[in-house]
């Protein structure tokens, strides 16, 4: 932590949430305020204040997230270690799999269920953001803790409709570039079972989305590459 307990008490008063005596101990009172706080945000409800924390609480001037030329929002860095990773034909299960439920907080021990969305979830949670904790593609449509986009940005989380539109059906994944043809290549969980970056038409997309408090890229714009692959039609 780059500040001191003292003026990490003060920063939380100063937003009302009351971490007791502005003593510059790191006492009940103010882990409670500092896990109030991160609750109020979508963060993991824990006392640990790392960058992101930071960064919301003091507004350190990290007003940018930039994409793939440089730094990266932190759930990215996460999924990105994972590309690769992919189910394992018959009875075996991917324990890397397995580790993304459990960090989504979700109860399946498979790697067969569609994961997708856990996928995104674990990435999310273990960044420090709150999920939806569901296995529905379509469920951050509704997700209580993150904010809706009018255009795609580098991170940002997309949701698909899958067989047509109406359907609950879907996927979801992270944006990471625009090809040739303006298609986005997105980042994502069981894209022809496995973590992979995959072309996807925008006629499919139903929203993008990004975690409340946490900064948006000043560079608005995606990184450009080829793609020769088919776009993305039933992911699975």
Not at 40 to 56: D, F, H
């Amino acid at each position: 932590m780059k500040y001191t307990v003292l003026e990490l008490q003060r920063q939380l008063l100063s937003r009302g949430y009351n971490p007791g005596p502005l003593d510059g101990v790191l006492g009940a009172k103010t882990e409670a305020a500092i896990i109030a706080f991160k609750k109020s945000r979508g963060l993991r409800p824990r006392a640990y204040v790392g960058p992101v924390t930071e960064n919301l609480l003091f507004n350190t001037g990290v007003k940018n997230v930039s994409t793939r030329n440089g730094k990266s929002p932190p759930w990215m860095v996460i999924a990105r270690s994972l590309e690769g990773t992919r189910e394992i034909a018959g009875r075996r299960h991917n324990p890397k799999i397995l580790a993304m439920w459990k960090r989504a907080r979700l109860p399946f021990t498979d790697d067969e269920t569609p994961w997708c969305a856990g996928f995104v979830g674990a990435c999310l949670e273990q960044a420090g953001f709150r999920s939806t904790r569901s296995a529905a593609a379509r469920s951050y449509e509704r997700w209580a803790y993150g904010v809706r986009l009018r255009k795609p940005v580098a991170g940002c989380i997309v949701v698909f409709w899958r067989g047509k539109r109406a359907s609950w059906s879907g996927h979801v994944g992270f944006v990471d570039a625009i090809d040739q043809q303006g298609r986005l290549m997105v980042l994502g969980g069981n894209q022809g079972n496995a973590v992979n970056v995959k072309p996807f038409d925008r006629a499919r997309v139903v929203g993008y989305f990004w975690p409340k408090g946490f900064p948006l890229p000043d560079n608005s714009g995606l990184n450009r590459i080829v793609s020769h692959d088919a776009s993305s039609t039933n992911e699975a």
